[in-house]
């Protein structure tokens, strides 16, 4: 199991990002998928999950603004940020739970990517 990040860099508040995370190893259609954000200083926090039948669930702070997505074809997962704000700023990690299909907002995930920094200026 392979997950491998590209994508996040810095954007003034207000602009968009797209966060890629490209799979290997597995079916992304068949297991939990996330995104997790980390801030320094701050603990680790899910922002964004989807199911094996796509339901996606969101923290609050980012409903509206953060769409997760995933494409089986080319096993990729997607994380489409809109309205960014400072405090969206972060390091984030795209995850998978190779024992969860549903219920991803509550799973323990195991299988992380390497991260990718997001920087939102004011």
């Known amino acids: 199991v392979r997950l491998k990040q590209s994508g996040g860099g810095s954007v003034q508040g207000g602009g968009s990002l797209r966060l890629s995370c490209s799979a290997s190893?597995?079916?992304?259609?068949?297991?939990?998928m996330g995104w997790f954000r980390q801030a320094p200083g701050q603990q680790r926090e899910g922002v964004a999950f989807i199911d094996s039948v796509d339901t996606t669930t969101y923290v609050d702070s980012v409903k509206g603004r953060f769409a997760v997505s995933k494409d089986a074809a080319t096993k990729t997962l997607y994380l489409q940020m809109t309205d960014l704000k400072t405090e969206d700023s972060a390091t984030y990690y795209c995850?998978?739970?190779?024992?969860?299909?549903?219920?991803?907002?509550?799973?323990?995930?195991?299988?992380w990517g390497q991260g990718t920094q997001v920087t939102v200026s004011s």
């Open positions: 995850a998978l739970d190779l024992n969860s299909a549903a219920y991803c907002d509550t799973q323990l995930y195991n299988n």
């Open positions: 190893g597995f079916t992304v259609s068949t297991y939990c």
